[in-house]
């Protein structure tokens, strides 16, 4: 059985966790240089707010849990990226407690 991201539609992707975390060199943890090899910087943040969208909507669930603050969702799924290629990319999603909308927590490289 399929399973995809309750309310995708309307999943929120903060700015701040694009520019300020995952495409930023001093506190994404290395994330930034594997989204930078694929094209998506800060200058062109959108593009990658897009794809991450088209994740929250097209992927499939692999992983689910239960926390204290909402449930956890995790997404792997293959996308064409900002400078045509292919990459693997792990999202985490979570609807908390108090919300009917998934936002993203973070990606990573698979």
Do not use: C
Not at 18 to 23: A, D, K, Q, V, W
Not at 46 to 58: F, G, T
């Amino acid at each position: 059985m399929n399973m995809y991201l309750p309310n995708a539609e309307n999943a929120l992707i903060a700015t701040e966790k694009l520019l300020e975390y995952l495409l930023d060199e001093e506190n994404s943890k290395g994330k930034s240089t594997f989204f930078n090899r694929y094209g998506y910087f800060k200058d062109n943040y959108e593009v990658l707010i897009q794809d991450l969208k088209s994740v929250a909507l097209h992927g499939q669930i692999t992983k689910q849990e239960e926390t204290k603050f909402g449930v956890k969702f995790v997404i792997e799924m293959e996308l064409i990226t900002a400078n045509n290629r292919t990459a693997t990319i792990s999202s985490v999603w979570m609807i908390d407690n108090e919300s009917e909308f998934p936002r993203l927590i973070t990606a990573y490289p698979v």
